[in-house]
């Protein structure tokens, strides 16, 4: 009974917290809409965790949570442990090689990052999960919201289906609001695109350097997204400078990236880009999974990507198939992968009155969609990880195939 009445007070108090941040902003959410979809996103996060350890025997969302109460533990026994965890050199003392010890400091940081503030918070949830929720989607929801303020900055008239793009999808909240990194990964894509935009309108440094700090966070939880998303920064920025199309700017430079990203291995051992996908992938494999997609095992050469690249997009841009899907999570994705082709069709169709040539966020949604679909299709072999990693490409490119068509 405590935990109830723990966990509506705190949602209430987040409510309130989120209003006070948001009712003098340009662009901002009512009461009603705040109330909506923060508690869309509490709701998932709770169905999140009981789905996990009544079907997934916890997975690791529960043992994030765990690890904030070890974590609590520490607060209250040995506070000055607690803050000394986060010396960023013990890493690299721990291990031999450059390499090794950044290895471990982005696992490090990923785990601080979720568990420590979880362990504060911890001192009021008495160690509930659910309560935790609560508290953990208050700190992320700032991530979506981030988004929706950028696509709303350029698209004022469709404000109100951009909120139920961005919050209320049912499979994309459920990713993003369970206690995983998925929902820090929102924060720091929605803190690169909102500030890197803001920073092309202003030119104040400040932007630019809240935009570097969202890049660090992708660095620390999936640097994959960075080198997929580096291009598209660099394409929007050209785009804007020398008024050109974006679609032209956008196609010019991935198409550049993509020739240098091959090329390097026609150059030498030690600059092959390839070899990072092949290592990325070497690392899954080495996991085990109850269900695993046909993938082959890739070699760093072009030759080698190009016989996988048919593998790649059928394993995230068409699977799970309907018949394949096994449970309520395949379901979802199968559902997820109906809807993204169904709205690019119906966009393509309606080419001749859609904002396709003219608007830069579009085309990077488009472009660092699409070309993070290809990095895990090449990379992952399980059906489970797929969907979530996809999930906040997914979102982008649904937002972009709704956002770039005229409805009048």
Known sequence: ?????????FFVFSLFFIYSRLRRRKITLSPFEITVVFGFKVFMGCLYGYLFQRFYGGDDTWMLHYGSIQEYRKLMGQPLQFFADLDLTASFKRNEGFAAGWYFLLSDLEYWIITKPLAIFNILSRGNYYVNIVFFNLLTFWGQYLVFKVFAARFPQRRRLLVFLVFLIPPISFWLSGIRPDAWIMVSIGVVLYYFHAWLSSKKI???????????GLVIFRSPMLLVLAPGLLAWLIAEKMRKPAWVVFASVYG???????????ISPNTNMLTY??????????????????????????????????QAIGNTFLRPLPWEAKGLLQWMAALETFIVWLLLLTSILRKKSAYWKS???IWLSIFFGVGLYLFIGFTVPFPGAIARYKVIPELLLIIAFVMGRRTY
């Open 1 to 9: 009974m405590l935990a109830v009445i723990a966990f509506l007070f």
């Open 206 to 216: 400040m932007h630019l350097l809240v935009c570097a700090v969202g890049m660090i």
């Open 256 to 266: 550049i990236a993509l020739i240098a990203f091959f090329g390097s291995s026609y």
């Open 277 to 310: 996908v092949v290592h990325r992938q070497q690392e899954f494999f080495r996991l085990k999974g109850n269900t695993v997609y046909e993938l082959n095992r890739l070699e760093p050469t072009a030759a080698s990507f190009f016989k996988t690249l048919p």
């Open 359 to 361: 608007s830069s966020i």
